[in-house]
C-alpha cells in the first residue's frame, strides 16, 4: 500500500476487516510520523500501539507479562527547575487544545478499549495489568531515574513511543490500544536479564487472539 518514503504499509486481513500494519522505528518522532500516515491516509477505526516495555519496580509486572495502557504521559517534556522537575503547565502551553481539552504531559487513551484488551487478555492465561505508561527519550538505565520518573508521574511501565501515538490517535479522534510486553524492569542496566524477544513474541500471541476477537476474520494462527 501507499506510505511515506522508507516507511512501508503492510495491508492484512479477510472478511469486512482490512488490518494495516506499519513499523514505526524507535523514538516519538518516528511514532508520531507512523500514526500520523495511518490516520491522514487510511482514517482508521482502532489504533494499535504495541511492542516491550520496561516495567518500574512495584508495579506488579515482571519480565515477560503483558501491560495494557489506561493512559500514556509525555514523562520528560517539562523543565527542570533548581526546586525540581515540573511539566508543561509550569510553561502553560498544551501539546494539544481542541474539543474542550487542554492536555499538557498526559495523553488519554480509550479505557473501554484498554479494558476490553485486558479481560481478553486474563481469560485467555496471559498475566496482565492495566496502569499508565509513561514514554521517555532517555531508556531509564538506573533505579534512580525510575524513582525519578515516578515522583513526577504515576506509571507501570515506561516506552519511547506511546505518548507520540496516543496524542496523534487522540487528535484525530482515533480510539487508541497500547499494549506492551514487558522486557525488563526499571533498575540499574544489566542486559542480561532483559528478555526483548520473549516481551515482544508473548504480546504478538496475545495480538493474534485480540485480533480474531474483535475482527472479522478467521483464525489467523
Ligand atoms: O540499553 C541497551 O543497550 C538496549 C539494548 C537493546 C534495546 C534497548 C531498548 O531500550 C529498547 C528500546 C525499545 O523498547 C522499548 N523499551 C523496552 N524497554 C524499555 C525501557 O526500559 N525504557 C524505555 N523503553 C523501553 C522502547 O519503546 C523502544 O522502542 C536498550
Known amino acids: 500500500l501507499p506510505g511515506a518514503g522508507p516507511l512501508p504499509v503492510y495491508r492484512a486481513g479477510k472478511g469486512r476487516t482490512e488490518l494495516l500494519f506499519v ?4 523514538g516519538k518522532v518516528n511514532a508520531a510520523i507512523a500514526a500520523t500516515l495511518l490516520c491522514e491516509r487510511y482514517a482508521p477505526d482502532l489504533v494499535v500501539n504495541t511492542g516491550c516495555g520496561g516495567a518500574f519496580v512495584g508495579s506488579g509486572l515482571a519480565v515477560g507479562d503483558l501491560a495494557v495502557a489506561d493512559s500514556e504521559c509525555l514523562a520528560d517534556e517539562g523543565v527542570q527547575t533548581p526546586a525540581g522537575w515540573r511539566g508543561l503547565d509550569l510553561i502553560g502551553i498544551p501539546v494539544y487544545e481542541g474539543r ?3 492536555l499538557f504531559n ?4 480509550d479505557r473501554d478499549v484498554a479494558r476490553g484488551a485486558l479481560d481478553l487478555a ?3 492465561g496471559f498475566k496482565a495489568l492495566m496502569g499508565p505508561f509513561l514514554t521517555v527519550s532517555t531508556c531509564s ?3 534512580s531515574q525510575g524513582e525519578e520518573l515516578l515522583r513526577r508521574f504515576p506509571g507501570v511501565c515506561e516506552n ?3 505518548a507520540a501515538v496516543a496524542q496523534v490517535a487522540f487528535s484525530h479522534g482515533v480510539p487508541c490500544l497500547e499494549i506492551r510486553g514487558i522486557s525488563n524492569m526499571v533498575e540499574d542496566r544489566d542486559l542480561s536479564r532483559w ?6 513474541s508473548e504480546v504478538q500471541r496475545f495480538l493474534t487472539l485480540y485480533l480474531e476477537a474483535i475482527a472479522d476474520i478467521p483464525r489467523l494462527a
Open 160 to 162: 519511547m513511543e506511546g
Open 122 to 124: 486474563t481469560a485467555g
Open 106 to 109: 498526559r495523553i488519554p487513551l
Open 100 to 102: 474542550g481539552e487542554r
Open 23 to 26: 513499523q514505526t522505528g524507535i
Open 141 to 143: 538505565g538506573t533505579a
Open 195 to 200: 528478555d526483548l524477544k520473549g516481551a515482544v
